[in-house]
Nanobody, 116 residues
Framework: QVQLVESGGGLVQPGGSLKLSCTSS????????MGWYRQKPGKQREMVAR??????DYADSVEGRFTISRDHFRKTISLQMSSLRPEDSAVYYC???????????WGQGTQVTVSS
């Protein structure tokens, strides 16, 4: 079983920066995927950034503005968001995909609002 807890969301002005953090408990190996998804009102959840034991994927909409960082020893993952836009406003979820079992785990989500 894996538990994920996000922190760091809030209100920020357009062009500003925010850092999200996710702490985990339970068994997570280096080959398991950890990452961030987001969900806007009335929309499906979408991948923002994820790291799978080395390779990192970013959504086109955040490439060059967001940076994911994973600490394999502490089993934490963070998302540094810069040059934020109003369209980045969403609930951001921490995510783990365990390759051996195929199970997905989600945090409770943290709200990010980009507005002047």
């Amino acid at each position: 079983q894996v538990q994920l807890v996000e922190s760091g969301g809030g209100l920020v002005q357009p062009g500003g920066s925010l850092k999200l953090s996710c702490t985990s408990s339970g068994s997570i190996t280096t080959i398991d995927t950890m990452g961030w998804y987001r969900q806007k009102p009335g929309k499906q959840r979408e991948m923002v950034a994820r790291e799978s034991g080395g390779p990192v994927d970013y959504a086109d909409s955040v490439e060059g503005r967001f940076t994911i960082s994973r600490d394999h020893f502490r089993k934490t993952i963070s998302l540094q968001m810069s040059s934020l836009r109003p369209e980045d406003s969403a609930v951001y979820y921490c995510y783990v995909h365990k390759w051996l079992s195929g199970t997905d785990y989600w945090g409770q989500g943290t709200q990010v609002t980009v507005s002047s």
